[in-house]
Antibody
Framework: EVHLVESGGGVVRPGGSLRLSCATS????????MGWVRQAPGKGLEWVAG????????SHADSVKDRFTVSRDNARNSLYLQMNSLRAGDTALYYC???????????WGQGTLVTVSS | EIVLTQSPGTLSLSPGERATLSCRAS???????LAWYQQKPGQAPRLLIY???SRATGIPDRFSGSGSGTDFTLTISRLEPEDFAVYYC??????????FGRGTKLEMK
């Protein structure tokens, strides 16, 4: 059974940094693109970043470009999101997802909450 | 960036009725790379439909998707109580960003 488990969320001050992790199991992670989607409290879904299976292709939403970086370690079955220069508008539940280039998001984790507040 | 517009924003129906949800794109979605997701309160979204009309694993056949180009539809043929939720469309065509619509809330009348 496919499992995606996020960690690393928390409360951080504006301008601060956080690194989110996603532990995967139940499938061969090397075979899939992966990504992150976020949802601000009471709002809709926003695609944040994606990375293909061998890390050759990465993409980030304009709203986080130059501040967030997606990466992966296939040997550790893990996906990461390094978030720098955090802003209040980055406050959201961050979901790890399976799927990227020209593929649907077929599995989702339960999310990790990031709160940016002074 | 492709903008997806979902309508209506809220749909009020009763169990047993038919639901029709719309998703319109600002430009053609090549290869029908359009997905639908269901999200219930406190839960992560779940993939329902991909490729505009293919049901994901385990999705009941009362859910169906159709459309091409810029106009897509999710139909729930006969609503069950567990179908009341928020539904999002997403395009994953061409290059990122792979945008979502703002969602349609399906509520019980």
């Amino acid at each position: 059974e496919v499992h995606l488990v996020e960690s690393g969320g928390g409360v951080v001050r504006p301008g601060g940094s956080l690194r989110l992790s996603c532990a995967t199991s139940g499938f061969t992670v090397d075979d899939y693109g992966m990504g992150w989607v976020r949802q601000a409290p009471g709002k809709g879904l926003e695609w944040v970043a994606g990375i293909n299976k061998n890390s050759a292709t990465r993409s980030h939403a304009d709203s986080v470009k130059d501040r967030f970086t997606v990466s992966r370690d296939n040997a550790r079955n893990s996906l990461y999101l390094q978030m720098n220069s955090l802003r209040a508008g980055d406050t959201a539940l961050y979901y790890c997802v399976r799927g990227f280039l020209r593929g649907p998001l077929d599995y989702w984790g339960q999310g990790t909450l990031v709160t940016v507040s002074s | 960036e492709i903008v997806l517009t979902q309508s209506p924003g809220t749909l009020s129906l009763s169990p047993g009725e038919r639901a029709t949800l719309s998703c319109r794109a600002s430009q053609d979605i090549r290869d029908r790379y359009l997905a639908w997701y269901q999200q219930k309160p406190g839960q992560a979204p779940r993939l329902l439909i991909y490729g505009a009309s293919s049901r994901a694993t385990g999705i009941p056949d009362r859910f169906s998707g159709s459309g091409s180009g810029t106009d897509f539809t999710l139909t729930i043929s006969r609503l069950e109580p567990e179908d009341f939720a928020v539904y999002y469309c997403q395009q994953y065509s061409g290059s990122p960003p792979y945008t979502f619509g703002r969602g349609t809330k399906l509520e019980m009348k």
